[in-house]
């Protein structure tokens, strides 16, 4: 089993299922049984700004539960968009996240899994400079993130950089969407992958996904990502493929169990899984020939 955790963007999950229709079919097809159980609003630092809702949730508080529930062989871990909490930089919440980035490691190597930590994709100013905050604002946050906001992700990928190990890999999501949207904004530039900043487009999941699965060694078509978005998107294995993940996903999280404004926590995932054993049955169907 594939444990994904996440923020928003891995619980929306378009990446993941990209990823999965990437897997499928290669050579690591049979050793990826994906599990993609992100929370919107997560932190892996446990921070939350002042003006948030509620206290963001953070991955150590259900970690050892989505372990015990899943038992993956290995975890893929995309967190740093929500861990700086929109603010400047600071050397206490940069710390902040290595410490539980470090914790999120020792816990997933004492289970015998292999984590792979995916970076955080970009932050873009440039589609919503009307509720940027200065940096000499006395307010930041989700509604008012700080302009120089991507700067902190950067400094969030090398930190994560630094984790890579024998048994540890990282992929480094946030350069390659870095250079995507430079090369896209040299002829286009007014082009987003973002349209509030932050929650990618399908574009988006779909550089998210590719970086991804070259991070994991896997060779992919080279067309232009407009035209990969259409073929994909017009693949019958791909829909079976992205309702089997989304269905997985709105049963896994809730099993693990999270706390938000609340607790949230059912008993069984049986009858979700029987659904996607016959998700599963059909997608082989269309594989043979």
């Known amino acids: 089993m594939v444990l994904v955790l996440g923020d928003s963007i891995t619980q929306d999950g378009r990446y993941v299922s990209f990823l999965e229709y990437y897997l499928h079919g290669s050579r690591l097809s049979d050793t ?66 290595v410490r539980g980035l470090t914790t999120l490691r020792d816990r997933v190597r004492a289970a015998g899994a292999t984590l792979i930590l995916i970076t955080p994709p970009i932050f873009d100013a440039q589609p919503i400079a009307a509720r940027l905050a200065k940096p000499d604002a006395t307010s930041f946050g989700y509604r008012t993130p700080f302009a120089g906001y991507n700067a902190v992700l950067t400094e969030f990928a090398d930190e994560a950089l630094r984790l890579r190990g024998p048994r540890d890999d ?83 999280l809730p099993f693990v169990g999270y706390t938000r404004d609340r607790s949230f926590k059912s008993p069984s995932v049986t009858a979700a899984e029987a659904v996607a054993s016959r998700l599963r049955d059909e997608l082989a169907r269309l594989d043979r020939p």
């Open 170 to 252: 990282v992929i480094d999501l946030t350069r390659a969407m870095q250079r995507e949207l430079g090369t896209r904004r040299s002829t286009a530039p007014a082009f987003t992958f973002s349209s509030d900043g932050v929650h990618p487009g399908g574009l988006g999941h779909l550089n998210m996904a590719r970086a991804s699965a070259q991070g994991l060694g896997l060779n992919l078509p080279s067309a232009a990502a407009e035209d990969e978005l259409r073929r994909i998107e017009a693949d019958p294995r791909f829909t079976l493929i992205h309702q089997r993940r989304a269905l997985r996903s709105e049963a896994w």
């Open 32 to 97: 990826w049984d994906v599990i993609s159980i992100g929370l919107s609003g997560a932190t892996v630092s446990g921070l939350s700004e002042a003006g948030h809702p509620s206290p963001r949730p953070c991955l150590i508080d259900r970690l050892d539960a989505a372990r015990a529930a899943v038992r993956p062989a290995r975890v893929l871990a995309g967190y740093g968009m929500n861990d700086g909490i929109y603010h400047p930089p600071s050397p206490e919440r940069r710390a902040a996240f």
